[in-house]
Each structure stands twice: as C-alpha cells, then as structure tokens.
C-alpha cells in the first residue's frame, strides 16, 4: 500500500541525465512516489512520450501529475487570451489523459483591472467553455488541480481555489504552502496556521489525496520572490508543523518539492517524515 504521504520533485531530478519523460525509473530508485512533469513553459509532449511516461509511472508506482503552461489565464479580460487559455487547458487535459496524470495543475490567472470577485466569475465562465470543449474531443479523464499562488496581484488565495472545487466536477485543490506563505507576507507563523488551512479544506471540499507543493520561499509585499533550499533554513514556512499535521490529521497527500534542489530536498522531506511516524 502507498504511504500516506508521498513526495517526489517537479520535474527532472538534478542530477538526471535523460529525457523528461523517462524519469519515473530514477525517481523510484532514488525512492520517491511521485513526479509533477513541467509544461509550464509548453505542452510540447506527444502521445507516444506521453504513453511511455504512463507505462513507466504504473510500473514504477509513481504518481504522475501535470503542471500545465503558465500563461494560462482564465480571468483575462480580452476573450482572445481567454479562448487561448481554455485551449490550453484542452490540450493540457488530453496530455494528462495520455500521461495518466492524476491531477493537471494549473495558476487559474490574474485580476488585472477586475476587482477579485469579477475575476472569478470570468474564471468560472472559462471553464464552463472547458467542460463543453472537453467533451468535444471526448476527454474525459482528468482532476484539474487550481493552484494557490503566489503573488497578491493574481487569482488563486485559498477561499478562491476553494470556491473553484466546490463549484465545479473534477476540480481539486493544489495547496502550494510557500504560495499561501509568502501571499500572506509571512502567514504561517505557528502550526495552528496549518490546522487553520486544513479545516477549510475539510468543512469544504471531499479530498481523498490533497496535492500539495513545498519549498522554502522569500517575499516581498507583492508576495513570492524566490525558492530556497531547505538547508536555508531562515526563511519559511515551517516544514516540520506540515508534516507533523499530515500525521496528526490522518491525510493522505502528495507533496510536490519546488526547491532549488528537487529531488535531492524531496527525499530529506521524506526523511523528516518518516522520523515523525
Ligand atoms: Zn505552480
């Protein structure tokens, strides 16, 4: 059986010479459980890749997820941005159905001139669209995952990304912590911090494995500035309340590393973790 907390890097491991899409074997070997591929900067796979990533994730017990492009915007004000962003997610989808990805991450947008409720509501109305193209090419395999982000001037603090899943069918949560983090100048401060994010999840949504990020984060008033390795141990958020309360709580969770160091940080977070069992 899967532990109840698993962790592996987004994207390739460091020091992982091959392809992207064949790295599920040196993923397991190095003993982690899960692989987020990248597409943020394009969705560039094929089928053939895709299938390939697919067989070797069964065989190799790795959980794949999807982090789709990070132009996508589904709050934009011009209906062209708009239409490109739902394509992209189409696209997004039908990649992850070949890749057997489990969740399809994505930053939902940005405000721009809108005040945030006006964003959601463009949001909504986009993936309405979605739904509709999505049937069109008869894809019907996918959770897309919205993630919490980043940055005050985009889309996506927790109540929006809850909101998002308790609306709409296949729509699942991607808690990045350093986002909810360093968008709160600094907001988790003690381990309630933590209880407080996951009881909103609880009284909210039915999540069987919540898909989660981690990684040390700097911040500005705007929000996130850059990743740290977790050996910079000055900046937050705290990694041990995290997963102290993953085992209090009893969820099941798949932990994205996004440092600097990847994999390499994936497996000291495993380590800290099984310590914690
Ligand atoms: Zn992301």
Redesign the pocket.
């Given at each position: 059986m899967k532990p109840k907390v698993i962790f592996g890097p987004a994207g390739r491991p460091i020091d992982y010479k091959g392809t992207a899409y064949k790295a599920c074997g040196y993923i397991a070997d190095e003993g982690l459980m899960a692989y987020e591929y990248q597409a943020?900067r394009g969705l560039r796979i094929g089928e053939k890749s895709a299938s390939i990533l697919k067989e070797d994730s069964i065989a190799e017990d790795i959980t794949v997820s999807l982090?789709a492009p990070?132009y996508i915007n589904l709050s934009a004000v011009e209906e062209k941005k708009l239409a490109l962003s739902v394509e992209t997610l189409v696209k997004a989808a039908q990649a992850g159905e070949w890749m057997g990805a489990y969740k399809i991450?994505f930053?939902p947008g940005y405000y721009s001139k809108n005040d945030p409720s006006e964003a959601l509501t463009i949001a909504k109305g986009g993936i309405n669209t979605l739904f509709e193209r999505l049937d069109e090419e008869g894809i019907s395999e996918y959770t897309f995952a919205p993630?919490t982000t980043g940055k005050r001037s985009q889309l996506g603090n927790i109540d929006e990304i809850i909101d998002m899943c308790s609306n709409f069918d296949n729509f699942e949560p991607?808690i990045?912590f350093a986002h909810i983090h360093a968008r709160g100048r600094g907001y988790i401060q003690k381990k309630e911090d933590y209880n407080c994010i996951f009881s909103k999840l609880e009284n909210n949504l039915d999540i069987d494995r919540l898909h989660c990020?981690f990684t040390y984060i700097e911040y500005t008033k705007a929000g996130e500035r850059r990743h740290h390795t977790l050996e910079e141990s000055d900046y937050g958020p705290n990694l041990k309340w995290l997963l102290e309360s993953f085992v209090e709580n009893d969820w099941k969770a798949t932990i994205i590393c996004?440092s600097p160091l990847l994999d390499k940080d994936a497996l000291e977070m495993k380590e800290l973790y099984e310590t914690l069992l």
């Open positions: 943020g982090h990070y991450v930053h993630e991607t990045d990020h996004e």
